[in-house]
T-cell receptor
Framework: DTAVSQTPKYLVTQMGNDKSIKCEQN?????MYWYKQDSKKFLKIMFS???????INETVPNRFSPKSPDKAHLNLHINSLELGDSAVYFC???????????????FGAGSRLTVL | DQQVKQNSPSLSVQEGRISILNCDYT??????FLWYKKYPAEGPTFLIS?????DKNEDGRFTVFLNKSAKHLSLHIVPSQPGDSAVYFC???????????FGQGTRLTINP
C-alpha cells in the first residue's frame, strides 16, 4: 500500500496547455509538499501545506496553483505550460511542520512532466 | 544561490570498500542535516540524519559526520554493497524556515 502516491507518473503535453498532478498520502501526516527537480537535479521546494493551509510558497509563478481539499491530498495545477516547466515533480509529506518531525519527508515516486 | 552543494556528480566504489559522499553548505543557520537515497523511478527515501549539536551519527553501515566550522558533512558507507548503488541527496534545514534545502545529488555506483 503506497504511502505517498502521485498521478500521473508521466505527462507529455504541448506548450500553453493546462495540466494537473494529484497527490495522496495515507500516513496521517499533517504536512504536504511539492518539490521540483530541475535539469540541474536540485530538488527545490515549491509549496507546503499544513492541514490544508498554505505554509510555504517559494516564489513560484502564479501559473502554479496548489489545492489541498483535505490534509491527505495536495494537488498541483499548472496553467499555460511553458517549456521551462519540464521537470520531475515530487509530492512529499511529513508528520508536522517545523521541528524534527518536519525533516523526515516521505516522497512519492515523482511525476515527469515534458512540455513540447 | 545554492545553499547546499554536492560537488561530485558521481562516485564509483568497489564492493566491500568505503564510500564517502560529501556535502557543503553555506547557511550558518542550518541546524539539522539529512541524507536521502534515491533509486531510479522512485522518490528519495530518508537514510540518516544529524543535529548540529553532534558531530557524528551512526546507523549500521552508515555514518554521517558534521564539521560545523567547515560547513561540511559527509556520509560514510562501510562496507559498500551493490544495493547501495543509488543517487544520494544531502539536505539541510533551519527549523524556523520549515523546509528542507537539498543538494543536487551524487550518483554512487558500487562495482562487484
Amino acid at each position: 500500500d503506497t504511502a505517498v502516491s502521485q498521478t500521473p507518473k508521466y505527462l507529455v503535453t504541448q506548450m500553453g496547455n493546462d495540466k494537473s498532478i494529484k497527490c495522496e498520502q495515507n500516513l496521517g501526516h499533517d504536512t504536504m509538499y511539492w518539490y521540483k527537480q530541475d535539469s540541474k537535479k536540485f530538488l527545490k521546494i515549491m509549496f507546503s501545506y499544513n492541514n490544508k493551509e498554505l505554509i510555504i510558497n517559494e516564489t513560484v509563478p502564479n501559473r502554479f496553483s496548489p489545492k489541498s481539499p483535505d490534509k491527505a491530498h495536495l494537488n498541483l495545477h499548472i496553467n499555460s505550460l511553458e517549456l521551462g516547466d519540464s521537470a520531475v515533480y515530487f509530492c512529499a509529506s511529513s508528520l508536522r511542520t517545523g521541528g524534527l518531525g518536519a525533516n523526515v519527508l516521505t516522497f512519492g515516486a515523482g511525476s515527469r512532466l515534458t512540455v513540447l | 544561490d545554492q545553499q547546499v552543494k554536492q560537488n561530485s556528480p558521481s562516485l564509483s566504489v568497489q564492493e566491500g570498500r568505503i564510500s564517502i559522499l560529501n556535502c557543503d553548505y553555506t547557511n550558518s543557520m542550518f541546524d539539522y542535516f539529512l541524507w536521502y537515497k534515491k533509486y531510479p523511478a522512485e522518490g528519495p527515501t530518508f537514510l540518516i540524519s544529524i543535529s548540529s549539536i553532534k558531530d557524528k551519527n551512526e546507523d549500521g553501515r552508515f555514518t554521517v559526520f558534521l564539521n560545523k566550522s567547515a560547513k561540511h558533512l559527509s556520509l560514510h558507507i562501510v562496507p559498500s554493497q551493490p544495493g547501495d548503488s543509488a543517487v544520494y541527496f544531502c539536505a539541510a534545514s533551519d527549523q524556523g524556515a520549515q523546509k528542507l534545502v537539498f543538494g543536487q545529488g551524487t550518483r554512487l555506483t558500487i562495482n562487484p
